[in-house]
């Protein structure tokens, strides 16, 4: 082999060995930035909308309310178990005053210390029903659509979409010819098409198959965001 046949292999094996990060990384077919978390918030109960708290681009905190339902007949039955809850305890401290004297069996205190418990029950049913007119928000986010309005009867149908965009992550899609070229927590840099600028993304996610219809395979790298500098929707390219 000739002295310059010998430099090539030798760059070739240095090459292989520092891996992607020495050559240039293959350009992805598309790379999109999308929210970390998207949320289509629904209700697996029936009723009238009486309030809608949130619109359309309002930031809202974990747990802050985002719609309310008519609850009317389930704060009606809680009512009721208070008053029947009322009832029943002071019948059982006369009665177990009676049963001291012996005027009364302990199978009727039995009886009442039963009728109680069911009341309770139905009173902590009640309350669930109550809290569950009420429609929270999941984590902190932006309200990204709302599909419901004032006097509307709930169906299946997603109610408001919440997207969490403090953090991103890119989806990028590789031909199979670039399978094998990244690890999980590998480093890589990312320039937005929107603002021009680069940023550091890592991946945390690889497909572990090729689609064998489009023959690619998708990468998912996180990036942080709390800045909001960069709109969840913007196309994305690897920087080299």
């Known amino acids: 082999m000739t002295r310059m046949g010998m430099k090539v292999a030798v760059a070739m094996v240095g090459l292989l060995l520092a891996g992607p990060s020495a050559a240039q990384m293959a350009a992805p077919l598309t790379c999109l930035l999308v929210p970390a978390r998207t949320s289509d918030i629904g209700s697996d109960r029936s009723g009238i909308v009486i309030a809608v708290e949130v619109t359309r681009g309002d930031f809202v905190e974990a747990g802050d309310p985002l719609v309310h339902f008519d609850t009317r007949l389930a704060e009606a039955d809680l009512q009721v178990a208070q008053i029947t809850i009322d009832g029943l305890q002071e019948r059982l401290g006369r009665s177990e005053g009676l049963l001291n004297r012996n005027l009364i069996s302990r199978d009727e205190i039995e009886a009442l210390r039963t009728d109680l418990a069911l009341a309770s029950a139905e009173q902590a049913r009640a309350q669930i029903e109550v809290d569950r007119g009420t429609i ?5 986010g932006y309200v990204a659509e709302v599909a419901i309005a004032v006097g509307e009867l709930i169906g299946p149908e997603p109610l408001l979409r919440i997207i969490e965009v403090s953090e991103l992550e890119a989806e990028l899609v590789f031909l199979a010819g670039a399978f094998g070229e990244f690890s999980i927590g590998q480093d890589i ?10 940023v550091a993304a890592s991946v945390t996610a690889i497909d572990p198959f090729i689609d064998p219809t489009s023959n690619t395979f998708t990468v998912r790298a996180g990036i942080d965001n709390s800045d909001l500098a960069i ?3 913007s196309s994305c390219a690897v920087a080299n």
């Open 136 to 140: 929270r928000a999941p984590f902190a």
């Open 189 to 198: 840099a990312l320039s937005v098409e929107l603002t021009q600028a680069n």
């Open 231 to 233: 709109p969840a929707g």
